[in-house]
């Protein structure tokens, strides 16, 4: 029997892949823009540290993880998000003495054992910034141009973003108790999911996909109600410099982002579009995750934009995700021209001119409908007679115009 690709994984094959290189490409640019730097971290880390960096009581280390022991018997766990291992690289190479502040990106692959859906994967990929030691509201804002500035570039539109601010240590835990005050009587009226985290987590029963047209939770307290001084302070300032920046967004009190560690700000990306509806990237402020994992106190601030959902939002807005990237130049040759042939292809590859040439010992006419089905932009046929005189035809493939040429001045033509 053969061998398939394990459930919830996918090949991203050769027509796909140029859309990929598009995003990542852009990404990297717009990042870059923002004097980011790219930092690579292990796919897989100590459990611990998802346990500690991501927190105990969330739904992805109670379920979803790729945890495993090694030979030598410690727990392993792929990885299901990137900040954890960002922080915990941060911490160990002692990046925090380059100065603050510290602006980070990746791209990265995650692993999560979940129901899967259209747009979801256990093996799924992400894109995100880390910015450490601001706790100032323009650190906030500045992720949230960066996006705008990356869909922007991509040409995306009706990605909407929604904001809201989750508090601090100061006021969550008083908002806690009148949440769970008010949520108690109407346990049993909500998904399972939620009473399991009614005790662990509360703040997700917020944002839960079964619950959310229900009267309980349209109508429960929320903590943008609820902030101290300082969190309504940072809140107001970092709406103020959208509105200055004229960035739009809508206050969603019912955001909660699903991971432990955030405080103050979150906001997500969400999709306008019918059919590709949901959330395309999640960010937020994490002031107490360097802490916890044995930093001192530093604040910072971040996002992860989901690949695949962002490719979908683009193939449902119609965007033309190319398919296979064409080649300049095949080159069509016979076996008493072939070590010439692959000459000349290897000068013009050195060159930036991509080219190919008979790798099959194949005929005229199988060689002809070869340079078709790689789109070849140009041809050359390359025979003995060719070779002697230096007098070659051009061709251009989708018109089947021809030009004389020297073959010594093919380069210069294909340039
Ligand atoms: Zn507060
Ligand atoms: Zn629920």
Same mark, same amino acid.
């Given at each position: 029997?053969?061998?398939?690709?394990?459930?919830?994984?996918?090949d991203?094959?050769?027509?796909q892949?140029?859309?990929?290189?598009?995003?990542?490409?852009?990404f990297?640019?717009?990042?870059?823009?923002?004097?980011f730097q790219?930092i690579?971290?292990?796919?897989?880390?100590?459990?611990?540290?998802?346990?500690?960096?991501?927190?105990?009581?969330?739904d992805?280390?109670?379920?979803e993880?790729?945890?495993?022991p090694?030979?030598?018997?410690?727990s392993?766990?792929?990885?299901?998000?990137?900040?954890?291992?960002?922080?915990r690289?941060?911490?160990?190479n002692?990046l925090?003495?380059a100065?603050t502040p510290?602006?980070?990106?990746?791209?990265?692959?995650?692993?999560?054992?979940?129901?899967?859906?259209?747009g979801?994967?256990?093996e799924f990929?992400?894109m995100?910034?880390?910015?450490?030691?601001?706790?100032?509201?323009?650190?906030? =804002?500045?992720?949230?141009?960066?996006?705008?500035?990356?869909?922007?570039?991509?040409?995306?539109?009706?990605?909407?973003l929604?904001i809201?601010?989750?508090?601090?240590?100061?006021?969550?835990?008083a908002?806690a108790?009148i949440?769970k005050?008010?949520?108690?009587?109407?346990?049993?009226e909500?998904?399972e999911?939620?009473?399991?985290?009614?005790?662990?987590?509360?703040?997700?029963?917020?944002?839960?996909?079964?619950?959310?047209?229900s009267?309980?939770?349209?109508n429960?307290?929320?903590?943008?109600?609820y902030?101290c001084s300082?969190c309504?302070?940072h809140h107001?300032r =970092?709406?103020?410099?959208?509105?200055?920046?004229?960035?739009?967004?809508?206050?969603d009190?019912?955001?909660v982002?699903?991971l432990?560690?955030?405080?103050r700000?979150?906001?997500?990306?969400?999709?306008?579009?019918v059919?590709t509806?949901?959330?395309?990237?999640?960010?937020?402020?994490y002031?107490?995750l360097?802490?916890?994992?044995?930093?001192s106190?530093?604040?910072?601030?971040?996002?992860?934009?989901?690949?695949?959902?962002?490719?979908?939002?683009?193939?449902?807005?119609n965007?033309?995700?190319?398919?296979?990237?064409?080649t300049?130049l095949?080159?069509?040759?016979?076996?008493?021209?072939?070590?010439?042939?692959?000459?000349?292809?290897?000068?013009?590859r050195?060159?930036?001119?991509?080219a190919?040439?008979?790798?099959?010992?194949?005929?005229?006419k199988?060689?002809?409908k070869?340079?078709?089905?790689?789109k070849a932009?140009?041809l050359i046929v390359?025979?003995?007679?060719?070779?002697k005189?230096?007098?070659?035809?051009?061709?251009r493939? =989708?018109d089947?115009f021809e030009?004389?040429?020297?073959?010594?001045?093919?380069?210069?033509?294909?340039k």
């Amino acid at each position: 029997m053969q061998i398939k690709a394990p459930k919830g994984t996918k090949d991203i094959l050769p027509e796909q892949t140029p859309a990929w290189q598009l995003v990542e490409t852009a990404f990297c640019k717009t990042c870059h823009n923002y004097n980011f730097q790219e930092i690579r971290t292990p796919t897989f880390e100590q459990t611990e540290l998802f346990q500690r960096g991501v927190g105990d009581t969330t739904d992805i280390v109670q379920k979803e993880m790729y945890t495993f022991p090694d030979k030598a018997g410690r727990s392993m766990t792929l990885r299901p998000e990137g900040t954890a291992g960002v922080i915990r690289a941060y911490l160990e190479n002692g990046l925090a003495s380059a100065g603050t502040p510290l602006k980070l990106y990746y791209i990265l692959n995650n692993f999560r054992y979940e129901k899967m859906g259209k747009g979801r994967y256990r093996e799924f990929n992400q894109m995100g910034c880390e910015l450490i030691g601001s706790s100032e509201p323009t650190a906030d =804002v500045e992720l949230i141009s960066l996006l705008y500035s990356f869909f922007q570039n991509l040409g995306l539109k009706n990605i909407k973003l929604k904001i809201n601010s989750i508090g601090c240590p100061n006021c969550k835990p008083a908002y806690a108790k009148i949440l769970k005050d008010y949520l108690r009587p109407h346990l049993n009226e909500l998904c399972e999911d939620c009473q399991d985290r009614f005790d662990r987590n509360p703040f997700r029963i917020l944002d839960c996909k079964i619950d959310c047209d229900s009267d309980i939770i349209k109508n429960a307290p929320l903590q943008k109600d609820y902030l101290c001084s300082d969190c309504q302070k940072h809140h107001n300032r =970092v709406l103020e410099q959208l509105d200055e920046m004229d960035l739009e967004y809508e206050i969603d009190g019912h955001i909660v982002r699903g991971l432990d560690y955030y405080s103050r700000t979150v906001f997500e990306f969400v999709s306008e579009n019918v059919g590709t509806q949901g959330t395309i990237c999640g960010g937020g402020r994490y002031d107490g995750l360097i802490e916890e994992l044995g930093g001192s106190s530093t604040p910072a601030v971040g996002f992860a934009l989901g690949v695949e959902r962002l490719l979908l939002e683009m193939e449902s807005q119609n965007h033309e995700l190319a398919g296979i990237a064409p080649t300049d130049l095949y080159i069509l040759s016979f076996p008493d021209t072939i070590n010439q042939a692959a000459k000349i292809a290897y000068q013009l590859r050195n060159q930036g001119i991509s080219a190919e040439y008979d790798l099959m010992n194949r005929s005229f006419k199988a060689q002809m409908k070869y340079a078709n089905r790689i789109k070849a932009k140009y041809l050359i046929v390359l025979g003995a007679d060719e070779l002697k005189t230096k007098k070659i035809k051009l061709k251009r493939m =989708v018109d089947g115009f021809e030009e004389d040429i020297n073959l010594d001045s093919l380069q210069a033509k294909l340039k």
